[in-house]
């Protein structure tokens, strides 16, 4: 065990890639970035391809990774973790001690699962949701005047909100016509407000999601919600669901019409493909578009399985990652994706990738000596092209670019004009960006000039649909768990945000009771003007 | 001039704040952050006090940062920007040579103008909006039907559409109940199409914005909605409006219901406050409420005139931006709004600054000599806190934090749970976070270990409304035309954006005409498996 849990610093083929870092794969030189070089830098997988002869490796950096993921072993890690070891832990030192098992959620397709216990939560989950949903369309769930219920209201916040939110806006286009889902997750009273002014309560359900049962901002925009049902005279009990853990303060059937369970295995930011986002795709797309979803995913898992960085594509992606990060320097990960759809996915992967691995510690309680994770961000083209790619091209931070594209558009309403039609103008300013990256251009006006090396991917699809958006979620929670491997930090653990809730009840506390300029929270909130 | 076109490396401020830099204030040592220095670190100004307690700064950095300011003649460089001078250039190159007057667009409440000729023109559009406003409301305009236009499509991208959609979305609480406002940016035809399924397009107003006219995304979304309208059997000419400029390809009656214009004197993502934002407010909030949003944006520019950095929140602001990223090597800087209005404020300001001062060519045409623009990212609070925030707490990138917040929210519709409402939850939130991120907390446990010393601000207004959304939009772009004076880039121009453009028009040429493989852009079209 000890043997497989070595960090980069640790291993031979950290050095050798230190020596091959200072004098990076140019791709700026004439004919160095040729035909040749795009054909064969390309990994065919699930639902995707990744182009990445835009990179600055050259096939002696790509062996060096390997190597590097060999000596991390991890994907040795990789399937520890979807057997269920515990893998959620730091040595010598108290911490959540947890399996890491959000793979079981979509292992329903496997003829052995790669964890049994696992899995039986998990189809008797399915179960319930698809029975569920069943009586929705039967009538045998309808509101207390008889109707059916048009709306959902998603109440939760961080993993409880952006994977669903990010994966509805992506398949929203095949959502049922009749049926609307609305999301309220900050603790804004304004948030709530927003969604409590646009539906009819007496035709909508609320899914108040927390796995704890217990989170403050989930709790309060569900007290503003079920208030508001109150209001409008009706029973909260007959609108309200709860996504929670077994036994946890919200499984209680006397306030709720449905419980689904989530489980300890299951992190909030790794959870879409749990009850949290099945729910919500159910009621919007129908059950079969969830098991298409989950289908995506798994295939994805199985294929993250093999050791050839070469052949799989989250590995391979992480690899690339780690080299842009720890060896050129670039810290950080713009993810820009040519669909419309995905233009909430950055966001999800921002939590889901920051939260996991921006940590300072490592698995057996030393600092990390090095860097970890990097600052994820972006915004789909082509509207970031208008935006922030001046800085990408021309600024002096480097940004490692990650782009999603797909052949084919979702809604198939488009036209021709001036010679091809909007979905080819999308495509072709998704390649022209990653060249013009990459190659740069040489201009004797230095305002015009591009240095060019910019180092970006494509992750190439042929339409966002239910299986394809599963693939793309399975291959980013993979790649982020790679790296959370390789720089060893415990990647699922979120110890960050616990000084904060602290500080803030200290806050609440003072503003109770009017106190006001004793204690340094206390001076904060009269310098701030607040009574 | 040259005298004052000095940028930061050479002025002796530098040196100093180089020193200075190698010891920063520590803000983790006992009593180090304590409740005088809260109170005295605060600068109040236009609708906004700036908090910054939480910078590493002592009373000799702030000093230096005023000599910087002096040196750079940050002030006296924005006094003439605002009077017409000719800031968009790069010496001895071809370059667009063009004044920088965004400001004049709220220059219409002094007594004398810093521009007269451009506050003229900006007077006649406003009278034009008010003339067309009105006509809606009095039933001058209306649709073939005879009936009242009760939805406005905003079509535009970049600057024509993340200022005005994130001004919306912030002040939409005060929205008239009768209208409703969409936006259509992406060329992905998925954007356009998700938008038509929604609206009753007979009683829709297109307004298609473009200051060229020839906007190639912009261009194509405005071709599918009118032909969307045809279809619906409409006149098109009887629905769309045009923002652009003056004798532009898109300035046609014939085509267009009303063109309102734009000067070249306003870039994109400046241009906010002109008819590019004010049309699309103006139909959403009535003509009061688009003067109230330019009176705030007024006042601020009239205080960002203040030489004093301590009495002006823009150039403080500015300043202390310098301070994080040139000296104490932050390369990132997060917005982080408590206020759900605001939450696609961040990525109008990504564009905003990132597109301005990602530049590596100073306004000389020497290279840049030290790091010009940083990254610009955020999200919302609390969100963000079940999110990224993981990272700001304990990861190995540093990020210099700008917290918005509000006193007051908008909609008055909260309630008291356990203890506390939603909005006082809210604001404790913010002010942990900021202390939190600043003093941090020693454990035993390393794992539980917050080393604080995170830089950040608190920019605390009482209430979100159109004056003060004026007053923090002027307030950005007044620090962003400070940091580009103080790195002598020219912030107002975009040739990053040029060389993805002719990629793109070489990839469509291939794909037209079927071509593959022989240059690049054509192997990479063959590699994406694109027909």
Redesign the interface.
């Known amino acids: 065990m000890a043997k497989r849990r070595k960090s980069i610093y640790e291993c031979q083929a950290f050095l050798n890639l230190k020596e091959l870092a200072e004098n990076p794969f140019d791709m700026t030189v004439e004919g160095a ?3 040749e070089r ?2 064969t830098f ?1 990994c065919k997988g699930i639902e995707f ?1 990744l ?1 990445y ?1 835009c990179q600055r490796v050259t096939t002696d950096v790509l062996d060096c990774l390997q190597s590097l993921a060999d000596e991390c072993g991890l994907v040795g890690q990789y399937e520890e973790m979807r057997a269920g070891a515990v893998m959620n832990r ?1 040595e010598r ?3 959540e001690e947890r399996q890491v098992l959000h793979t079981a959620c979509r292992d329903v397709f496997s003829k052995t699962a790669a964890n049994d216990a696992a899995v039986i939560q998990v189809k008797r989950e399915l179960a319930k949701l698809q029975e569920f949903l069943a009586e929705i369309d039967n009538g045998k769930i309808r509101n207390t005047a008889g109707e059916t219920f048009t709306s959902l209201i998603h109440v939760g ?3 409880s ?2 994977g669903p939110r990010s994966i509805y806006e992506a398949l ?2 095949y959502g049922r016509k009749d049926r609307k889902v609305y999301f309220v ?10 969604v ?1 002014d646009r539906v009819d309560l007496s035709k909508t359900l609320v899914l108040v999601v927390s796995k704890s049962g217990s ?3 989930t ?3 569900e ?2 919600v079920r ?1 508001a049902l109150k209001e409008a005279g009706l029973d909260p009990a007959r609108h309200c669901l709860a996504v929670t853990g077994e036994s946890s303060p919200m499984d209680n059937h006397e306030r709720y019409l449905r419980s689904f369970y989530m489980f300890d295995y299951i992190g ?2 790794f959870s879409s493909t749990s009850m949290v986002g099945a729910v919500t795709l159910g009621f919007a797309l129908g059950y079969n578009q969830v098991l298409e979803f989950l289908k995506g995913a798994w295939l994805m898992d199985e294929a993250a399985a093999e050791r050839n960085i070469r052949g799989n594509i989250p590995l391979l992606l992480a690899m690339l990652g780690v080299w842009n990060h720890n060896f050129l320097a670039m ?2 990960v713009a993810i820009l994706p ?4 995905l233009h909430r996915f950055p ?1 999800h992967l ?2 889901c990738d ?2 996991s ?5 490592q698995r057996n ?4 000596r ?8 972006g ?5 970031g ?13 480097k ?1 490692a670019v990650e782009f999603i ?1 797909f ?1 084919k ?3 198939n ?3 021709c ?13 998704l ?6 990256l990459a ?3 040489e201009d004797e ?7 060019g090396n910019r180092s970006n991917v ?1 992750l ?1 699809g042929e339409r966002l649909t239910p299986k394809s958006m599963g693939a793309l979620l399975a291959l980013y929670e993979a790649k982020i768990v790679f790296q959370g491997f390789c720089w060893n930090v ?1 990647s699922f ?16 506390g003072a ?2 009771e009017k106190r006001n ?1 004793k204690t ?2 206390e ?8 009574s």
Chains 1, 2 share one sequence.
């Open positions: 970035l040729d035909s795009l054909e390309v391809d182009l002869g730091i030192y108290p911490s916040i961080g993993g909100d952006l929203k286009a997750s900050n603790v804004d009273p304004d948030d709530s407000a927003a409590l989170t403050l901002e709790l309060s925009n007290s503003l208030n909030g930011r810290d950080t040519y669909s419309q759809g966001a921002q939590q920051m939260e691995n921006g940590k300072s510690v309680g030393e600092p990390v090095y860097k970890s994770g990097p600052i994820v961000w915004e789909p083209g082509t509207n092209q208008h935006a922030f790619y001046q800085l990408l091209h021309q600024g002096t931070e940004v594209g052949r558009s979702q809604r309403r488009d036209m004009i001036q010679g091809s039609n909007s979905q080819q103008k999308l495509l072709a300013n390649l022209a960006q990653s060249l013009a190659v740069g251009r006006n230095p305002n015009k000039n591009f240095a494509i190439m415990n653990d979120q110890e960050g945000v616990q000084l904060g809730k602290v500080l803030a009840d200290e806050i609440l503003m109770a300029g340094l929270a001076a904060l909130l009269a310098v701030a003007g607040i």
